[in-house]
């Protein structure tokens, strides 16, 4: 069976850098902008490598994650495809989703050759998801832990 995610460490990082070396095309330089906005603006973002199985030759999708899944990375032939896990819930007052728009949860950006995306935007939207996932695990309940009864 395949191992269908990967610890948040320092493998994780060089599974991406991997990858983006691997592209090495307007897909790779892509990748890396986009990981570095999204560290710029959460300094604090987890990065995953996540769904690894033969049908995507083992190299997974890159991941980043503040209090669960902020967005995914993944490469096509024509795009790089950015999901983020709660789109729908999130203010994009630039515009930048442009795919997944009829979805009731995740909406996406596809990036295309030659095409730029607004830095400044994007990190708005990468701050607005950190907010979403961290409100969210706020106001989970706690549940006790359960001790031992003795009969």
Not at 28 to 48: N, S, Y
Not at 51 to 65: I, L
Request: proline share 5%.
């Amino acid at each position: 069976m395949a191992d269908k995610t990967q610890p948040h460490d320092e493998s994780a990082a060089r599974l991406i850098d991997q990858r983006i070396r691997e592209l090495g095309d307007w897909r790779g330089q892509a990748l890396a902008r986009i990981r570095a906005l999204i560290k710029q603006a959460d300094p604090e973002v987890v990065e995953e490598v996540k769904w690894r199985k033969p049908s995507n030759s083992m190299r997974g999708v890159p991941v980043w994650s503040h209090a669960g899944i902020l967005c995914t990375g993944e490469v096509y032939k024509k795009a790089v495809k950015l999901t983020f896990a709660q789109g729908a819930a999130l203010p994009d007052p630039a515009g930048l989703f442009n795919a997944g728009l009829d979805g009731n949860v995740r909406r996406a950006i596809d990036l295309h050759e030659g095409e730029e995306i607004d830095a400044g935007a994007f990190k708005a939207l990468i701050r607005a998801a950190v907010a979403l996932n961290t409100a969210k695990a706020s106001a989970r309940p706690v549940r006790p832990k359960k001790t031992a009864t003795r009969a």
